[in-house]
């Protein structure tokens, strides 16, 4: 009766600091570690990734310092992409065929954001990776995320957190009595006043009923447990 339901496609999201490894740029170690995780789960589950860009720039940083908003979060989101080109390289490297799609055309990097195409690519067994955000200022690629796992009908979106393995009662830096939760609805987010992800994001999910995993990226193999739908991290849902 214990038996979890099988996965069939799920949606993961590599925040930009997993791939800096805490510093600007790409760490090629991690990444190529990132991407083996992810190629132990291929014929397993389809797999579909968003990817952030805050080890380059974020929009609101910049614009704080002095920048155009929309020029600054166009920055950002180009550097997701160069995030994708690093993952699709070394998944490529571990053996996996992969699709990087892009929300802002750019042909000779990537393929356009189509829905459809993307579907497809992963019945084929293919990774696809999506770049660009959604394409539009003011947004954040937790956001995208969720419209994405919607879009693609992923069973679930899969949030890798650095430095944190799921979601505490508070602040487990802050507060010693800070306790983990194994699973936690929307509304009891929102109750405790829990930020997993922003407004527009937690929205999303919780209107379509869209199941989300928190979980830590430091374990080891934390990524292809969560992808193959072990128990790990908090699990929230509406
Ligand atoms: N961004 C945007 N629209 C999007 C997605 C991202 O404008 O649809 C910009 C925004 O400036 C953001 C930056 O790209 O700060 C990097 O994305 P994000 O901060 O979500 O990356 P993460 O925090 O996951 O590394």
Do not use: W
């Not at 968003?50 to 979060?73: C, I, P, T, W, Y």
């Not at 990087?100 to 000779?108: D, H, K, L, P, R």
């Not at 990774?127 to 956001?143: E, M, W």
Request: aromatic share 6%; glycine share 12%; proline share 3%.
């Amino acid at each position: 009766a214990d038996v979890l339901p099988k996965r069939r496609r799920v949606l993961l999201k590599l925040s930009g600091e997993v791939f800096g490894g805490g510093k600007l740029g790409v760490d090629p170690d991690t990444v190529r570690g990132i991407a083996k995780q992810i190629a132990a789960t291929v014929g397993e589950v389809e797999v579909a990734i968003v990817v952030g860009g805050g080890n380059f720039f974020r929009g609101a940083e910049l614009s704080q310092s002095g920048m155009d908003r929309s020029r600054a979060d166009y920055m950002g989101m180009l550097g997701t992409v160069m995030n994708c080109l690093a993952l699709q390289d070394f998944l490529e490297q571990a053996g996996v065929d992969t699709r990087v799609q892009s929300a802002i055309t750019m042909g000779q990097v990537a393929e356009a954001y189509i829905p459809r195409r993307a579907i497809r690519h992963m019945e084929k067994g293919r990774v696809v990776i999506f770049g660009a955000g959604a394409g539009l200022p003011y947004f954040s690629t937790d956001t995208v995320a969720a419209q994405r796992a919607l879009e693609v009908h992923a069973d679930v979106v899969l949030m890798a957190k650095n430095g944190v393995d799921g979601v505490y009662t508070a602040d487990p830096k802050k507060d010693p009595q800070a306790q983990k939760l194994d699973t936690l609805t929307y509304d009891d987010a929102m109750r405790r006043n829990i930020r997993v992800m922003d407004q527009t994001a937690f929205s999303l999910c919780k209107d379509y009923k869209l199941s989300m995993v928190v979980f830590g990226m430091e374990g080891e193999g934390n990524v292809t447990r969560a992808i193959l739908g072990e128990k790990i991290g908090t699990a929230v849902s509406a």
